[in-house]
């Protein structure tokens, strides 16, 4: 006796019983709310993250284990993130 395989419905979802679902799906959703958040703080770890790299960077540089293109990276990394800071403090919601 051969076995059969489930046909797939107009969908293109599997006849099979175990892949019906229990309850129905919605097929629309409350939109989510978006977070609060303070973009001054999130620049600021991040420029400090790249100080911390300028200055790792920089000291194997010195050391003559790698090129001056990674101490150019973490600058321009720390420029645009206190740019970042910036256009974040002045755009900042009233409170």
Do not use: C, K, N, Y
């Not at 919605?26 to 993250?49: K, Y």
Request: net charge negative; proline share 9%.
């Amino acid at each position: 006796m051969a076995s059969q395989t489930p046909q797939p419905s107009d969908d293109g979802a599997s006849a099979d019983a175990s892949t019906t679902p229990i309850a129905p799906v919605p097929t629309t959703r409350d939109p989510i709310a978006p977070v609060e958040v303070d973009f001054g703080r999130v620049m600021a770890v991040g420029i400090v993250v790249w100080l911390v790299a300028l200055v790792v960077t920089t000291v194997l540089w010195l050391a003559d284990v790698t090129g001056a293109i990674p101490v150019a990276v973490s600058a321009t990394g720390a420029v645009l993130g206190v740019l970042g800071w910036d256009w974040a403090r002045r755009h900042r919601a009233p409170r």
